[in-house]
């Protein structure tokens, strides 16, 4: 299948419809708007989410010298590992189970989630005026194989004046999202240009998820 600058997707090959195709998936993910996408593509979800004893937020600790497209992927595959082994491990009905990890870059800099105001208020002094890159990685394991997707998109911001970054701040927006903003936020009024998608920068490429859905036979709404 043809590759586009900003799509990638591997391990993937047009696959048979099972003569039973699932009639749901699992997804290892605690935030609403990736529920909300898969909804608004018709996936019948259920939550799989962590336990308390489990340490999601350490599975999204960088390395030295990790490159941001080289981290993404790798978090992802981390998370689906985990998230595989607590299905198994609660003896939970056999589903395919969905991760996905987004990440903000500006050059070879990982902008992650902020750890408090001041590292909040840094990341969006850095973006202002300046274009970077969303990264958003996607895998799906079936109980037989795993398949990958990873979609890039670039976002320019204005000149964000300090009341509007202080403001946004203070609103709680810019907390436990990466590159400290959200795309759905009423900080889009200070994006000048989008070049990729939308539904990745908000945390789940559709097209490429409905992709990986498919090849597994999930049914979806079109």
Known sequence: MPKSPASVVSAFTPALTPAFPPAFIYLAS?????????????????????AEDEDAEALEAERPGELPAAYVQRVTAAKLRAAVARRAARALPTAPVLCADT?????????????????????????????????????????????????????????????????????????????????????AGWIEHIAGSHSSIMGLPLFETAQLLRAAGVRLSI
Request: charged content about 20%.
């Open 103 to 187: 990440t903000v870059a500006l050059g070879r800099r990982i902008l992650g989630k902020p750890a408090d105001a001041d590292d909040a208020a840094a990341t969006l002094r850095l973006l202002s005026g300046r274009t970077h890159r969303v990264l958003t990685a996607v895998a799906l394991h079936d109980g037989q194989r795993t398949r990958r997707a990873m979609s890039t998109s670039h976002v320019r911001f204005a000149d964000l004046p300090s009341s509007v970054i202080d403001a946004y701040v203070a609103s709680g927006d810019a907390f436990g999202k990466a590159g400290a903003y959200a795309i759905q936020s009423a900080l």
């Open 30 to 50: 605690q935030s609403p708007r990736r529920r909300q996408l898969l909804e608004q593509i018709g996936a019948a979800h259920e939550l799989l989410l962590p």
